[in-house]
Structures are given as structure tokens and as C-alpha cells.
């Protein structure tokens, strides 16, 4: 009669164990691909309104560049083909190497064009944004 209560025991053990083992990979799973998969490269271009270094815990680089271009989506333009209203659109950013950053502090208002991967989520020590600058491309 204990063996087998004991047999239960060990069969109920190996269950639990391989419950958790799945619960792990799927966790690991899931922060990977929230937070360190690339979803997107690309590269933006425009003004560089400003690049900080600011953070509570975690000095991150901060910046935001002024993109400018035309609106034909307007209400107006809709109507009638009237005129295109011009716009600008702010991409906001984070920097992980001090030293592109260190670079892009010293081209504020200047043209220029960065390389950036998305990810889905950002990471505290990474930066605010879910969009990291990884390389300067051209600076006008």
C-alpha cells in the first residue's frame, strides 16, 4: 500500500517538475521577444532637435528629431485637391552607446540621418523609447 502512495508521489513530482520547466521556457520566451527581439531596422532622417542624458536609476540618452514634409491627408486637400498643409512629425529615441551620443550632442540643429532598430517594448536601462539609435549615418 505505500509503494504505491509512493509511486503517486514520484509520478506527481516529475509532473510538477516538467510544468515548471515549460512555465520557464515560456517566460524566457515571452521577455525575449517583448523586449530584446529586433521587430524593425531603419533609418530616419530630419533636425535634431536634442539629445539628453537623463534617468532616475538608469542614465539612458534621450533625443527627439524634427521631421518635416507635406500633408495631403488634410480635410481641406480631401475635398478638393486643395493645398497640402506642411507638417512635422517628431521621432523621439534612445541612444545605447555614449559615444554616438556624445557625437549627436555636439550636431544639435543640424541635418541628419540616423540607423535605428524598433523593438516591441523598452527596457529600463536601454532607454525610454522603444526606438535605439545604433549608428550615425550622415550629418549636413
Known amino acids: 500500500?505505500?509503494?504505491?502512495?509512493?509511486e503517486k508521489k514520484s509520478?506527481?513530482?516529475k509532473w510538477m517538475r516538467n510544468i515548471l520547466i515549460v512555465l520557464v521556457i515560456v517566460l524566457a520566451g515571452f521577455i525575449y521577444f517583448?523586449?530584446?527581439?529586433v521587430l524593425g531596422k531603419g533609418v530616419k532622417a530630419g533636425e535634431l532637435n536634442y539629445v539628453v542624458n537623463k534617468g532616475y536609476v538608469f542614465k539612458t540618452y534621450e533625443g527627439k528629431l524634427i521631421q518635416t514634409g507635406f500633408n495631403n491627408s488634410s480635410s481641406i486637400a480631401a475635398k478638393g485637391g486643395g493645398p497640402s498643409i506642411v507638417q512635422s512629425n517628431q521621432f523621439e529615441f534612445s541612444i545605447a552607446d555614449k559615444a554616438i551620443a556624445d557625437s549627436l550632442m555636439?550636431?544639435?540643429g543640424r541635418e541628419v540621418e540616423l540607423s535605428y532598430k524598433e523593438y516591441i517594448a523598452p527596457v529600463p536601462w536601454r532607454g525610454y523609447s522603444k526606438y535605439v539609435v545604433d549608428k550615425i549615418i550622415a550629418v549636413k
Open 1 to 6: 500500500m505505500e509503494t504505491l502512495s509512493t
Open 11 to 13: 509520478i506527481f513530482k
Open 34 to 37: 517583448h523586449y530584446f527581439f
Open 106 to 108: 555636439r550636431c544639435g
